[in-house]
């Protein structure tokens, strides 16, 4: 079992920066693709960026180049730092923990923060 508790959204002027931190209990998540999720109201939700357990990321158009997600195994927390930030990036921004195996499948939600991008 893993517990994800994400932290540090808030409300941000446009052009401004966030760091969000996903600290992960339970087990470790070393081997598990981290990635983060938005959803604003009445929309789905969508992938902001991924993290391999080997390093490897993945961004969709609407933030690359604004967004880094990056992760420290030692503390078990996956990270997002967001830059140049929008209006439209304001959203409940979640963490989650997938990993698939031949003997299951395990994937895990945070509770989500709010970010709000507003002047």
């Known amino acids: 079992q893993v517990q994800l508790v994400e932290s540090g959204g808030g409300l941000v002027q446009p052009g401004g920066s966030l760091r969000l931190s996903c600290a992960a209990s339970?087990?470790?998540?070393?081997?598990?693709?981290m990635g983060w999720y938005r959803q604003a109201p009445g929309k789905q939700r969508d992938l902001v960026a991924r993290?391999?357990?080997?390093?490897?990321?993945n961004y969709p158009d609407s933030v690359k180049g604004r967004f880094t997600i990056s992760r420290d195994n030692g503390k078990n927390t996956v990270y997002l730092q967001m830059n140049s930030l929008k209006p439209e990036d304001s959203a409940v921004y979640y963490c989650?923990?997938?990993?698939?195996?031949?003997?299951?499948?395990?994937?895990?939600w945070g509770q989500g923060t709010q970010v709000t991008v507003s002047s």
């Open positions: 993290i391999t357990n080997t390093g490897n990321t």
């Open positions: 989650n923990a997938l990993k698939t195996a031949w003997i299951g499948i395990d994937e895990y």
């Open positions: 339970g087990n470790r998540v070393s081997s598990y693709t």
